[in-house]
């Protein structure tokens, strides 16, 4: 086993504190992959509701969907940015807790 391997070992889970442009960027990427889901189940939805337009049953089934698809997006996508705004806050805050630790060992 390498040196560098069995210090990684010790550092646990702190060792995503090495990565932190990483971490953001797969963070970023995940939060850009959960919205992308969400805007293709509203723009199928909007596409169903429009095709229908002249369906008896619209205003029974396909307009309170797309509604509800429509209000969905919306408060997954916030809520989605909150999540993400925290994480990120959390790991910055905790990132420069361990880099204020790692001085006071050294000095």
């Known amino acids: 086993m390498k040196e560098s391997d069995v210090a990684a070992q010790k550092r646990g889970e702190f060792i995503i504190q090495d990565y932190s442009e990483e971490f953001i960027f797969?963070?970023?990427q995940l939060y850009m992959?959960?919205?992308t889901v969400q805007a293709v189940k509203?723009?199928?939805s909007m596409a169903a509701a429009g095709l229908h337009r002249r369906h008896l049953m619209v205003w029974k089934v396909f307009a309170p969907k797309f509604?509800?698809?429509g209000v969905g997006?919306?408060?997954g996508s916030i809520v989605l940015l909150i999540a993400c705004a925290y994480v990120v806050r959390v790991h910055t805050s905790l990132n420069k807790w361990v880099k204020n630790l790692s001085n006071n060992e050294i000095g």
């Open 73 to 75: 997006f919306v408060v």
């Open 42 to 44: 509203l723009l199928a």
């Open 67 to 69: 509604i509800f698809e």
């Open 26 to 28: 797969a963070l970023s």
């Open 33 to 35: 992959k959960a919205t």
